[in-house]
């Protein structure tokens, strides 16, 4: 009998010492839902391959994140609070000491601004800027579209956010991940959970959310503009271009430079002609290095405790609405060409200057095919689209100058 009473006292111990417990406590409800949250992210990913290189890790960092007990989940939001916590001097709620996690020290190459400036060099050794070389007043619709970061911002104002919470909300409207990541790292760390699991959901749903926005504010005979053939590009030009860039946009925003350099930088690998093997190093390995570390660790800021509440809505609500609006300043942008040019661009390309790449530029095509087949307007929706990015990142220099 007393040996029987023994094991059922080990069993009692391992039960109410393990996860499982948790779930049947007055929070464990949360973690439970978040965990059904991770779950459908991952089917997003996996099975209807949404953003899946940084869905996936998003997912299973949140999935990590909320097992009861793992010790997972990232626990501070600032450089100090990452010393406070190695040094034993956090404590949670209840009065118990923190002890720091796997999460904790991956996600100090977020809060310390490292991995979304080398995704932003592998995006640029990724990126032909030819289209944008080529058609430069494509950089004005870049620029229109990122109407939606501001238009949220003032919205986020009135919702009572504080103006730096407003503008790490806001920055989702450039449909930019990595730089929504390292605003909000910079901005409101509290927020960047939610924050990035909503830029790259909306990125995402990019052939979803775009088309019907750029029906409604375009005619038949403008989406069915051909335009004509773009102009030789030369290797002088796609050199000396990323090398320009980098000056005038950081002399005039040098918030912008980390971003803005970096991005310019891969470019720069990419076209020069001696630098190949780095080139792809940085296109492959260190980008899919990079990308797991970035998606795990802010995946990780998901628990249940930051991510189940009112603001978390309201995010992802403004998310919408400045992705929306962006599309919305590109395509009338667009339409404005149109007239000046007197037919010869087809406003839909407008749409791209949103800076998810190249999927936008993709939508354009494909609405544009919609109605003309023989309409091909996927190289010169590329040059909004790529100068979206150039856009994202000069927006998101202004908000750190603003508001830093």
């Keep these: 009998m007393e040996v029987l009473q023994g094991v059922f006292e080990v069993i009692k111990s391992i039960w109410f010492n393990s996860g499982y417990a948790f779930f049947f406590t007055g929070e464990g409800w949360k973690n439970l839902v ?4 991770a779950f459908f ?23 990590l994140a909320n097992l009861p007990g793992a010790n997972l989940a990232v626990q501070y939001h600032d450089l100090q609070g990452f010393i406070d916590l190695v040094a034993g001097r956090l404590t949670a709620p ?8 796997l999460m904790d020290f991956l996600y100090f190459g977020v809060k310390a601004g490292i991995y979304p400036p080398l995704i932003f060099l592998g995006i640029g050794a990724m990126t032909d800027f030819t289209s944008l070389i080529a058609r430069p007043s494509s950089l004005i619709l870049g ?37 929504a990541i390292f605003v909000t790292s910079k901005l409101a760390p509290h927020m960047l959970g939610p924050i990035a ?21 375009t005619t038949k005979k403008e989406r069915s503009v051909v335009m004509e053939n773009l102009r030789p590009v030369s290797k002088t030009e796609k050199i000396l271009f990323p090398i320009m860039v980098t000056v005038i946009v950081s002399l005039f925003l040098p918030d912008a430079a980390t971003l ?6 891969g470019n720069l690998l990419k076209e020069n002609g001696r630098t190949e093997r780095i080139a792809k190093a940085a296109q492959n390995e260190l980008m899919n290095i990079v990308t797991i570390l970035l998606g795990l660790s802010v995946g990780a800021t998901t628990s249940a405790q930051a991510f189940l509440n009112w603001n978390t809505i309201k995010i992802v609500g403004l998310g919408l609405i400045a992705f929306a609006f962006g599309t919305a300043g590109g395509t009338l942008f667009g339409k404005l060409m149109y007239v000046l040019t007197k037919g010869k661009v087809n406003p839909l390309i407008g749409s791209a200057g949103v800076s998810a ?24 929706a590329m040059g909004p689209n790529v100068s979206g990015v150039i856009g994202s990142a000069v927006a998101a220099g202004i908000l750190l100058t603003l508001l830093g």
Aim: glycine share 10%.
């Design 34 to 37: 978040m965990l059904l949250f």
């Design 41 to 63: 992210f991952l089917w997003l990913g996996i099975k209807k391959g949404f953003e899946p290189l940084l869905m996936i890790p998003i997912a299973f960092g949140m999935l």
């Design 94 to 101: 209840d009065g118990k000491v923190l002890t720091p996690g």
């Design 143 to 179: 620029a229109a579209a990122q109407l939606g970061i501001f238009v949220a911002y003032i919205i986020a104002i009135v919702l009572k956010f504080f103006p730096n919470e407003a503008g790490s909300i806001a920055i989702i409207g450039g449909a930019d991940g990595p730089t």
């Design 197 to 217: 699991v909503a830029a790259y959901s909306y990125m995402a749903l990019v052939p979803v959310i775009q088309p019907p926005i750029m029906r409604m504010l």
């Design 260 to 265: 803005v350099g970096m991005l310019m930088l």
């Design 357 to 380: 790449v190249p999927m936008a530029a993709r939508v354009s095509q494909k609405v544009g095919q919609e109605n003309n087949p023989s309409n091909f307007l996927l190289m010169h």
